[in-house]
């Protein structure tokens, strides 16, 4: 697949009051204390702690590294630096939770319950121990457990305990994770739209189990999806929970690339604005 086009982070709308300007100094130590004062407002009962260094926060056990988010961040307006931020530590704080759940189950039972995710690298550069491998710039496939009730992404600890050696083989757990996502998107429909006053076709697959984006993954569920629109399709990914494609026909295409950017920059668990052929 080919990446169509990309625009930069925008982040979520202002959620919460920032003081003065942030970063104009260049002084870390002050960039720090304001993501300290952004993350106590919105979590209040989660102990966070400037890191060992001015660059990096300690979400308890787990220290998140501040480098890229203030790069990111210091040509950007006041408002824009605000919504970033706090879409930085939305997705700091969830892989900070799910890194520290429970212990991983044997392999006989964890091979049931592997599925692939596709996420944005920005909130996993904090874990680099988690299983990954690329998809797109910018983009990666991490492996999770599902335990029912909550979610745990495999790392390579996991694999040592499995009684794997280095290096960690990612084409068993792949085909697992596959395999196994594959099972259960069988039933998921897919049916094309017809907008209009356009030509061509238009699908979005939003089944809210967490799982939407990742069905880009899977050959078969792609194979139903060229049969319904065609053998050449344009799909996008903007979060977690939606998938949207259309035919190569489509003539509203333009309209389909700023949505696909737009639902990047208002969705919760944004992934990519780019659009793939």
Not at 201 to 211: G, L, N, R, S, V
Request: overall charge neutral; charged content about 25%.
């Amino acid at each position: 697949m080919k990446g169509v086009g990309r625009r930069a982070l925008m982040g979520l709308a202002g959620l919460l009051p920032v003081g003065p300007a942030f970063g104009q100094s260049g002084d870390m130590r002050a960039f720090q204390a304001q993501v300290l004062e952004i993350f106590r407002r919105k979590y209040p009962d989660i102990s966070v702690t400037p890191g060992k260094d001015d660059g990096s926060i300690d979400i308890e056990t787990t220290t998140v590294n501040l480098g890229n988010i203030y790069s990111r961040v210091r040509s950007m307006t006041a408002e824009q630096r605000k919504a970033a931020i706090i879409d930085f530590l939305d997705q700091a704080v969830e892989s900070h939770k799910l890194a520290r759940s429970e212990k991983a189950p044997s392999w006989s039972e964890a091979k049931k319950l592997l599925r692939p995710r596709l996420t944005s690298v920005e909130p996993l550069r904090e874990v680099p121990s988690l299983l990954t491998q690329e998809f797109a710039p910018g983009v990666v496939v991490a492996y999770v457990l599902d335990l029912g009730q909550t979610l745990r992404y495999v790392d390579r600890s996991d694999c040592e305990k499995w009684g794997w050696e280095k290096p960690f083989d990612l084409h068993i757990v792949n085909d697992w994770a596959i395999t196994n996502l594959e099972q259960l998107s069988a039933v998921v429909p897919v049916k094309s739209k017809r907008l209009s006053g356009n030509s061509g076709k238009f699908t979005a697959i939003e089944e809210d189990d967490t799982y939407d984006a990742a069905r880009l993954l899977l050959p078969k569920f792609r194979t139903r999806l060229l049969s319904v629109l065609g053998p050449r399709i344009f799909v996008g990914i903007p979060s977690r929970d939606r998938l949207v494609a259309c035919s190569a026909d489509f003539t509203a295409l333009s309209a389909f690339v700023g949505m696909v950017a737009e639902d990047y920059r208002q969705q919760p668990y944004p992934i990519t604005d780019t659009v793939f052929l």
